[in-house]
């Protein structure tokens, strides 16, 4: 058994996978690989009967090269290392240090598979894996990467430990990239288990690594800061931004979200100008005026006078 470390700072009960399920996880791939593969090829046979015989070579070794080479590329890559066959046997590629793998691991893995797997029918791949004690082929030893098992009975998951309050987020500004993947296993082993561990023995295994790890960083910690201590705010930094990386480049595949477009506004109606309107000289018509002399205008009502 050899526990690893995730990328999450957790360590994981898992076990290097051996020579069998590798070879039953490699079959596999080969069979849906090249179930593809032979379909892809009669569809370019197809689109490509009216080239000449040179330009059909090219196109059949581009067809292979994609989907035989390129596919399982791109698939390692975006599935974390977990291909049609490793996932049916419960196999994952990871990172020497347990984290997941990015393209260039799973590129060096994929065209050095070309010579191990394919130009030799995996007679390289096979001594490879028995010659070595963690059963890697050459694109793992080159690429840095080792396939492990997933599903076993029991796996312990152990937490490393948090820093002290007063030291979180204090080493924001370190430069971590000098760090190599073992240095960074061995300080995560370290701090699952110092209870485990003699005082005298785990103090001087904490300043050993805090020593280690300051001459990769090239900076000295604060004054009076015990080793175990800055091994976990160290720890603690590189976890976090390991998980700002990884929320980046999911929204960067998921893809932004969409931004409501502006909507304009309509323009200020203006406020109706009052138009002056020309007034009567009087409000009421002049009453009608009796005639000099005479007897008062009869008022006619519409009704005939009564007889």
């Known amino acids: 058994m050899s526990d690893l470390v995730t990328g999450d700072a957790v360590v994981l009960g898992l076990q290097p996978a051996r020579l069998p399920s590798r070879m039953l ?14 379909f892809v090829s009669i569809g370019l046979v197809v689109a490509t009967a009216d080239l000449d015989p040179a330009a059909q070579a090219a196109v059949a070794v581009a067809g292979f090269l994609l989907v035989l080479v390129g596919v399982p590329i791109a698939v390692e890559t975006l599935s974390h290392g ?98 190599p993947d073992g240095l960074w296993l061995a300080v995560r082993q370290y701090l699952t ?8 023995t785990g103090t001087a295994m904490a300043a050993r690594l805090a020593d280690d790890v300051v001459a990769r960083t090239g900076t000295p910690p604060p004054a009076g800061v015990p080793a175990a201590a800055y091994l976990m705010a160290v720890v603690h930094e590189r976890q976090s931004r390991d998980a700002a990386r990884a929320f980046h480049a999911q929204r960067a595949e998921v893809g932004a979200p969409i931004q409501p477009m502006p909507v304009p506004l309509p323009a200020p109606v203006p406020a109706p100008v009052p138009v002056s309107m ?9 009453a009608p005026q009796a005639p000099v002399g005479g007897e008062p205008p009869v008022r006619r009502t519409g009704f005939a006078p009564p007889g």
């Open 25 to 38: 996880a490699i079959l596999l791939d080969a069979l849906v690989y090249g179930t593809g593969f032979v």
């Open 82 to 179: 977990r291909s049609p066959g490793k996932a049916a046997c419960g196999l994952r590629v990871v990172r020497e240090d347990g984290g997941p793998i990015r393209f260039r691991h799973a590129l060096v893995r994929g065209a050095l598979g070309v010579v191990e797997l394919l130009m030799t029918f995996g007679v390289v791949a096979c001594i490879a894996s028995l010659v070595s004690a963690r059963g890697r082929r050459l694109g793992d030893v080159f690429g840095g990467t080792l396939v492990v098992r997933e599903r076993i009975p029991g796996a312990r998951v152990m937490p490393v430990p948090p820093p002290p309050p007063w030291l979180a987020g204090r080493f924001t500004e370190l430069d971590l990239s000098a760090v």
């Open 193 to 200: 288990r110092m209870d485990q561990l003699d005082p005298h």
């Open 278 to 286: 020309p007034q009567p000289s009087y409000a009421h018509p002049p």
